[in-house]
């Protein structure tokens, strides 16, 4: 199976959602977000396919989301923050044929594997 993983090395839930997925014989493919965002319109897509709104695939912690409002903010807006600042994307989200899923906590990829 492959499967895409919008992945940060420096994050533990993102090094174990990439585990996880070679563990179950994955072709994985690494997409560094930070450094390589996805496009506007994938991201859209990754959420929606997730089950998520913008807002609920926002990285709160370590990021100025909170004093920014964008967890109350429309959609758009959270998406053009996510694309401006790749920070604000939550991770780990993975991609296989099965679906999207937002891997936190890490239980939820079992669905997509």
């Not at 895409?4 to 993102?14: K, L, Q, R, V």
């Not at 990021?63 to 409002?69: L, V």
């Not at 679906?99 to 594997?113: M, N, S, T």
């Amino acid at each position: 199976m492959k499967a895409t993983i919008w992945h940060n090395p420096a994050c533990s839930t993102s090094r174990k959602a990439l585990a996880l997925l070679e563990e179950h014989g994955c072709e994985v493919e690494i997409v560094p977000y930070l450094t390589s965002p996805p496009t506007r319109a994938k991201l859209a897509q990754l959420v929606r396919d997730a089950g998520l709104t913008p807002a609920q695939a926002l990285r709160r912690r370590g990021t100025d989301a909170e004093a920014r409002g964008l967890p109350e903010a429309e959609d758009a807006a959270v998406l053009d923050a996510m694309i401006a600042d790749p920070r604000l994307i939550e991770r780990p989200l993975v991609e296989t044929d099965k679906g999207v899923r937002l891997a936190r906590p890490l239980e939820r990829l079992q669905d997509i594997l």
